[in-house]
């Protein structure tokens, strides 16, 4: 800190001030610079996930989504529904078709 006037200054300022006064004013300063390097942290991971939502509001997905419904429907159609690897092949289909809906 720069100061203009005489050398014993800021000393007879702290003991005008009171000690307990200022480490409390040091103590304030120091949580308010943790907040502040805390919300610019959140800030940061907010911005991080809203640029991974924006990835998956493309138009891509949708339309991969839109297809894996289709051959799914399309299975579901063919009576491909005999055995138990046909109903696997459709389940997979169907949780690929929900998982790539709820990104």
């Known amino acids: ?3 203009a ?3 014993n200054a800021i ?3 702290a003991a005008v001030i009171g000690h307990s006064l ?3 004013n040091e103590m304030l300063l120091s949580e308010t ?3 502040a390097d805390l919300v610019a942290s959140m800030h940061a991971g907010n911005e991080q ?3 991974q939502a924006q990835l ?3 138009p891509q997905r949708v339309l991969l989504q839109s297809r894996i419904e289709q051959l799914a429907a399309m299975l579901r159609g063919t009576g491909m529904q005999e055995s138990c690897s046909d109903q696997r092949v459709i389940a997979f289909v169907e949780a690929s078709s929900r998982q790539v809906g709820s990104q």
């Open 1 to 3: 800190m720069t100061h």
């Open 5 to 7: 006037g005489p050398a």
């Open 11 to 13: 000393p007879q300022a």
């Open 22 to 24: 200022l480490e409390d």
């Open 33 to 35: 610079q943790a907040l």
């Open 49 to 51: 996930l809203l640029a």
């Open 56 to 58: 998956c509001a493309n």
